[in-house]
Structures are given as C-alpha cells and as structure tokens.
C-alpha cells in the first residue's frame, strides 16, 4: 500500500515535489497541457492545505542528448535558407528545455490559487535562501533536473549529491510522476532517502490502484491485449500476465511473429525471426496457465508500409508472398467480441494495427469502441502504453475507459510486475496476513467463513489471503473472486505432474485459482520429514509457475534450548531460497514459526519475535543486498491471537502473520486482520 498525501499533515509545511512536465515544447511554448492538468489536483490540495511553500520539479526532455541529436539534424539539411547557419545552442534549449515557460503556463492554469515562481536557469544546487524568502503558499518551479548529470547517474553518490540538495527544500517529499516512476533518479528515488515523509500524489495513487491488481488480484476472468510491433518489448508482460489472464489477445506486428511460429505463412509481414523460439515458449506456458491466446484469423494487408497503400483483404490465416499485415480482418474481430463480452477486467497495452494509417486502423478503433462498451457494462478497463493511448485519444474514446495511463514505459514495467523506485519509496508499511485452514472444515464451512470473511475484511487495509483444505479451494475461490482477499494452497508437490499418489500438483493448483502456496510450513517438516533440499525444489517449482510463496522457517522447543534458534533459522532460509533470484524473491514472503509455539498455546514474547524477525531479514539482506531485505515481507506465525495481535504487528521487523487456529472463525481472524482499525 502507498501512502498519499492525504495521510499527512501538510500545514505550515515545505513540500518538494515530483511533478511530470515532460511536456512537448515548441520555440518556448507548451504544445499539450496533459500531464499539467493532471498535476493540478494534487497541486491544488496540497495549497489548500496551508503549506509553506510547494516546490516542484521535474525533467523535461534530456539537454544533453537531445541537443547533440538537434545539431547533428541542423548541420547535415534544415531548410536551404538555413543552409550553413550556426547551430544556436542556448535558443535551442530555451525553445525545448528550460522550464520557465512551463512555470509560466501553470501559473496561468493556477489563476488565483497560487503565484507560481521560477527558481532561475542556474539549475537546481543553492535555492534553499530563495525558497524560504517566498511568500507563503507560493508555488516554486525548479529548473529542468536533467540540466544536472547527478539526476540520472549509476553512481549512488552522484545520485545522493543531487537528491541532498533537493531534500534541502522540503520536509515532505510528494512523488506524483508516475511517467517516471520506473526510473531510479535523483529526484524520482534517491530523494527519499534524505526527507522526513515521502508520499504519493493523487495521479500516483490512481495509477497504481488500477494498473497493481491486474498483476496480482483482477476481476477475473482478465482480458489482455497486448500489440505493437515487437514481441522482444512485449515478453516481460505477455510472462507476466499470462498468472492472471484468462485470454490474451496478441494484435499489431508481433502478432505474425506467433503465426510464423505455428507455422503459418506471413508474408512481407514484421517479424522478429530471433524471437520465433520465445514466441513459441509463450503459447506453451499459456497452454500449461489454461490461458487462451487469440491470434489473427484474417487480416487487411498491403503490398507496402506507406499510408497510401491500398488496403486488400485476406480472408485466411495465411498471409499471401507479396502483402504485409496492416491490419486484423472481421473473423479476427468478431472472435475479439467474444472473448471480450467474457471479461470483467480488460487490460490494454498496443495497438492490433497501424492504426496511424486510416486505411488500417479500422481494428484497433473497433477495439477501443468495444472496450469502451465494455466500460459501460461495468467491466474496469485499463488502457496503458504510448500508441494504445494515442489511439483512444485519436478515437475520441479516452473518458469512455476506466482508466488511461500516463505512463508509456512506467505502465509496461508495472504490468511487467516489476518494482517501480518511484513507487516504492511511497509504499507505507505492507502487513500481509494470512489464514492457514489446515485440515479443518468441510467444504461448506469453509464457503460460509470465507463470505463471513469477505464482508468483514472488505474495507480492510492490508493484504489477506486464506489457504483452505485442497477439497474446498475452487469453491473459496469463488466466493473470494473480485474481493481483497487472496487465495492461497497450504502444500504442492515436488513435481509438475505424474504419477504421485495422493499429491497435488502446481498445475491443478493454478487450474483452481490458487496464487500462494505455503511450504516448508513446520507440521510438514515435523510429521511429514520434509527436508530443505524438498521444501527448495518446490519453492523453485512454485515461483517458476508464478505463484507467490511463503516459505516457513522456525525451530523446535529442544533448538531453542540449545540455542540453536539462529543457525536453524539461517540453514532453512538459504537452503530455502537456493538458485531463487533476487526477481523471484519478490514473490516470497517468510514466515517465521517457532514450532515450540504453535498449537501449543504459547507464543514468543513480541520482543523474543522481533529478535529472530530482525536476525531473519540480515540473512535476506547477505543473500540478496539491503534493499531485497527491506522489502521482503517478514510474517510472524506462532500463535497469534487478538490479544497479541497488535503488539507483535507494532514491531519493527514484524510485517504480518501467519494463523492457525484463530483464522478458523472471523470473530477470531477479523480483529487480526484488522489489528490498527
């Protein structure tokens, strides 16, 4: 969970923030407001909120690069009556790159709200004297951060150099560029570091409440389209998405990519003939997911890539020598509508033509319009990337989705499921509590507790999850689908699939919408001889099919004794996590058990548990660096009950829990779960 602005007490107080101004400029002059007039409801709850004075800043464009590429064009044509004149770097700059024009146009945005103020083209060191003698509630816009090579450097120092000097100008810190969120700046990031209080702006939060829970709890069944020209930019996401959708509907030029990999004929089509074995991987795993991919049945083709060329129908999968694909025919798009009218969350990124081309864009404008109806029947649409976006807004369609995304690159990374720097240095604190069912409970007890549970926690703040018996897992599944509550499975087996009596494997485990497993747990370990080379070949198994763990760890009465605690707690989690990358470590959470304690009654003292919490996360960090074990989410598991419940979770290494036996009824695991309210 982020925390926004609205959790702070902003007046009297300096807020620096990172606004996305990014905009497009001409000889000094604003070309498209978009990402201004979604700054302005941030900006203007943080005035009406009494501040001392805002400060904003943002890049916009990069100086340096961009004027290398600007002489170069100007010295090789231009037009003849420029013909031999001198590259004029400061007009060039000032045209593209200096913000003042830009603190000019907000502060005719801004009216009477607030005087806007530009800190000078000197950059952005040394502003603090002129900050502080500003009125207050004035707005000071800072220089363009990328005049400073510090803003994008590798080194951390040079990064900390500028976002210390930044600090200097606030005592609250706001991230609401989520355009930028998935760079790791200066001024995006490392600021953080160095400001009492950071949070997120209102775009911030909006972005990411509709783009986090496609990647990790949609509505289901979850629609993707996802086109463009390359499947190479599209791997991450297709991988991604392929956990939670029901059906992805590939479209635009990588689409004859996956034809040519099942061996149809394409044509002049684009195609990226070094990504055929990965195109094939992808229709393989989606076939293991239960996932459908929806190809091109027919196309609109041309004979070449120009707007004038004549369109010419293909009523075939098969794509004749001479044409190229431009476009996706009626049979693809009446199979579109079918899979669509199934949704209840679509998610689009890329366009299924070159819609840029009138000619051709007839499927991709067919596509909005039937997300946009889509929209209208209550389904949560979200549109995210550069040309999907630009195709709503050329279709007049943009109000009629739920959500359209500012953010190219930051949307694809998020979908991606991928941490965004920008993101994370405003997440609060994420406690994520689950309830292990154990062997308890026929199948209709736990369909009653798990709507108990589901009107109880729905206005809760954390993230929950219920792991029932195997039995019960598809019907709390569907009691659990669309609400806050996650479902998880308490055990997997060691293999994908064959003949194992009485197992249950990662594949039907996804087939019944399971997304956690728990292993390792300690009855496993103590009744069922479970060893760590075990428990690491399925925490391997589970996170290769996109599942996320929680890997138990905990010692026995007679290990604590002998004082043992910390080198059984070290040897469980490396053994645990052998050959898990620090990308997969992402999907684990560790649940610290002290096997003495459950079911016994007994429970660490919060003191006793902060200790091994605190230990438990130095191991994280030796194995995968300090910013892994900050993230890494800790849960505590040995007899938690309501009485304790608020004073475990109120330690510091401390992010959740792990219940047994208070989880079997929700007068018992809703007070756990909502410990804070």
Not at 193 to 205: I, Q
Not at 315 to 322: F, G, H, L, N, S
Not at 437 to 458: D, F, I, P, Q
Not at 576 to 600: F, H, K, M, R
């Amino acid at each position: 969970m982020i925390k926004t602005i609205k959790s702070v007490d902003l007046k009297g107080k300096r807020v620096i923030m990172r606004v996305d101004f990014n905009v497009p400029m001409k000889d000094g002059v604003v070309q498209d407001d978009t990402r201004i007039t979604a700054s302005l409801p941030t900006i203007k709850y943080i005035l009406a909120r009494g501040v001392k004075t805002l400060t904003l800043m943002s890049h916009l464009g990069d100086p340096a690069k961009d004027a290398v590429k600007a002489k170069a064009k100007a010295e090789k044509g231009g037009s003849p009556a420029n013909a031999g004149a001198a590259f004029d770097l400061e007009k060039y700059l000032r045209g593209k790159h200096r913000m003042e024009p830009v603190a000019a146009y907000l502060g005719k945005k801004l009216g009477k709200t607030a005087p806007v103020v530009f800190a000078g083209e000197d950059g952005c060191y040394n502003k603090k004297s002129f900050i502080d003698s500003q009125k207050p509630g004035t707005v000071i816009m800072l220089e363009n951060t990328r005049f400073h090579k510090e803003e994008t450097a590798k080194d951390t120092k040079d990064l900390d150099k500028l976002a210390k000097a930044l600090a200097e100008y606030g005592d609250i810190f706001v991230n609401d560029a989520f355009g930028s969120a998935h760079r790791d700046h200066a001024s995006t990031a490392s600021i953080a570091k160095f400001v009492p209080v950071s949070v997120a702006g209102f775009l911030m939060e909006k972005e990411v409440n509709y783009l986090e829970p496609i990647v990790t709890n949609p509505a289901k069944p979850l629609v993707a389209i996802i086109g463009g020209a390359k499947v190479s930019s599209k791997i991450a996401v297709l991988e991604s998405l392929l956990k939670t959708a029901s059906a992805l509907v590939i479209g635009g030029g990588m689409a004859y990519t996956f034809l040519k990999a099942q061996g149809k004929k394409v044509g002049k089509s684009l195609v990226e003939d070094d990504q055929i074995d990965t195109a094939k991987k992808i229709l393989e795993a989606a076939k293991k997911a239960g996932a459908e991919i929806v190809l091109p049945l027919d196309h609109v083709g041309a004979e070449k890539f120009d707007a004038a060329a004549k369109p010419v129908k293909i009523a075939a999968v098969d794509i004749p020598d001479k044409l190229m694909g431009m476009d996706v025919g009626p049979k693809t798009l009446a199979k579109y509508k079918q899979v669509l009218a199934k949704a209840k969350t679509i998610v689009w990124n890329g366009p299924v033509g070159v819609f840029e081309f009138d000619a051709f864009a007839n499927g991709t404008e067919l596509v909005a319009k039937l997300v946009a109806e889509a929209t209208s029947k209550g389904v949560i649409t979200v549109v995210g990337g550069g040309d999907s976006v630009a195709a709503v807004n050329k279709f007049k369609l943009a109000s009629k989705m739920s959500h359209v995304s500012t953010g190219g690159g930051a949307s694809l990374e998020l979908l991606e499921g991928r941490l965004l720097p920008g993101i994370e240095v405003t997440r609060s604190r994420e406690y994520f509590i689950a309830g292990n069912w154990k062997m308890h409970m026929t199948r209709g007890e736990a369909v009653a507790l798990a709507k108990a549970l589901v009107k109880s926690l729905k206005n809760g703040n954390h993230k929950y999850l219920v792991a029932p018996s195997f039995t019960a897992l598809q019907a709390v599944g569907e009691v659990l689908a669309g609400s806050n509550i996650l479902l998880g499975a308490q055990n997997c087996a060691a293999e994908e699939q064959g003949a194992h009596t009485g197992e249950v494997s990662v594949l039907q485990l996804k087939d019944l919408g399971a997304r956690t497993i728990i292993l390792g747990h300690s009855e496993r370990r103590q009744h069922y001889k479970e060893t760590d080379a075990l428990i690491n070949k399925k925490v391997k198994l589970a996170l290769n099919h996109g599942f996320e763990v929680i890997l138990c760890i905990g010692e026995t009465l007679e290990e604590r004794e002998k004082g043992k605690v910390e080198a059984v707690c070290k040897t469980q989690i490396e053994k645990g996590l052998a050959g898990v990358t620090a990308e997969e470590l992402s999907n684990v959470t560790v649940a610290y058990e002290p096997v003495w304690a459950i079911g016994t009654g007994k429970t660490a003292t919060p003191d006793d548990a902060q200790a091994v919490h605190k230990f438990a996360r130095g191991v994280i960090e030796k194995l995968y660096g300090s910013q892994a074990a900050k993230r890494i989410v800790i849960q505590y598991g040995g007899s938690v009950k309501p009485e304790n419940a608020t004073q475990l979770m109120a330690m510091e290494d401390i992010d959740g829990a792990l219940v047994g036996g208070a989880s079997l009824k929700a007068e018992s695991f809703t007070p756990i779960a909502k410990f804070d309210s």
